[in-house]
């Protein structure tokens, strides 16, 4: 992955098979390409507690912009530095999954299963899926099989699917060459760091599970959304994307 003309703070070599550079400033989020397609790549330690999930403000809404986000952090006195869909959701932008916030369970596991041909079956039951969380030390990406076994004792949790990378290999049933391409954001586990991605071309799963898996060195990935439910919050690059939904259910969010 190589930074596009413009961007700060990053050096780095070819497109394949390179790992980030030590940051010069304190920016999350960068724009870069691979295999000819451009994304914009939002990086932050796993120890950090700055991560957050949000969902529903106080008035019980959820808060579906992250316009709408950031004015109820600011109202905190904190900053929002970054935000993006955090997995999917129902009509009334609920998560579909688990959904965990400040150690509170206010969504259960979903361990349903959807039958028929690949192309029929919602993303989300596309399994395995899986559970982005954080515990009391560090972050984490398991299937959700995976995650039931070991019941972390988790401050944040969200879940969706399908999982991109599983310990270093591609989803099985991804294609390569597939012709359904459309924009897509995951998250991934990458040594030290959480890797935020976000596709501004249109990618089909394949490509875009081998950007976390070659490129970025990320041990596990996982899908968030695609297509219209796809989001960034970047101040550093002038996003504050909108929903073609409506609106967002859960959002990741890193507040200083």
């Known amino acids: 992955m190589r930074v596009l003309p413009?961007?700060?703070?990053?050096?780095?070599?070819?497109?394949?098979?390179?790992?980030?550079?030590?940051?010069?400033?304190?920016r999350l989020c960068e724009a870069a390409s691979f295999g000819g397609a451009s994304y914009a790549v939002c990086t932050v330690k796993r120890d950090a507690d700055a991560v957050h999930l949000f969902w529903r403000g106080a008035d019980g809404q959820p808060y579906r912009t992250f316009s709408a986000l950031a004015d109820a952090v600011q109202a905190r006195?904190?900053?929002?530095?970054?935000?993006?869909?955090?997995?999917?959701?129902?009509?009334?932008?609920?998560?579909?999954?688990?959904?965990?916030?400040d150690g509170r369970e206010l969504r259960p596991v979903n361990t349903a299963s959807r039958l028929g041909s690949p192309a029929s079956v919602p993303n989300f039951y596309k399994k395995?899926?899986?559970?982005?969380f954080i515990d009391e030390k560090d972050a984490g990406i398991l299937s959700t099989e995976e995650y039931l076994k070991r019941r972390p004792n988790v401050k944040i949790a969200t879940q969706s699917g399908p999982m991109l990378v599983i310990n270093g290999?591609?989803?099985?049933?991804?294609?390569?060459?597939?012709t359904d391409r459309r924009r897509r954001d995951g998250v991934g586990i990458c040594g030290d760091?959480?890797?935020?991605v976000i596709s501004e071309d249109d990618v089909n799963f394949h490509d875009f599970a081998r950007v976390f898996r070659?490129?970025?060195?990320?041990?596990?990935?996982?899908?968030?959304?695609?297509?219209?439910?796809?989001?960034?919050?970047?101040?550093?690059?002038?996003?504050?994307?909108?929903?073609?939904?409506?609106?967002?259910?859960?959002?990741?969010?890193?507040?200083?």
Do not use: W
Request: hydrophobic share 40%; proline share 5%; charged share 20%.
């Open 169 to 178: 290999v591609l989803h099985p049933a991804f294609i390569q060459g597939s």
């Open 6 to 26: 413009g961007a700060m703070g990053l050096v780095f070599a070819t497109l394949m098979g390179t790992a980030y550079a030590a940051q010069a400033d304190d």
């Open 193 to 196: 760091d959480i890797k935020f």
């Open 214 to 256: 070659d490129d970025l060195k990320c041990s596990n990935a996982l899908f968030l959304d695609g297509g219209r439910g796809t989001g960034l919050y970047s101040p550093e690059l002038d996003r504050n994307d909108r929903s073609g939904h409506g609106g967002y259910g859960p959002m990741i969010a890193i507040v200083r």
């Open 77 to 101: 006195g904190q900053t929002l530095a970054f935000a993006m869909n955090g997995g999917m959701f129902d009509d009334d932008f609920s998560p579909v999954g688990l959904y965990v916030e």
């Open 128 to 132: 395995p899926n899986g559970v982005f």
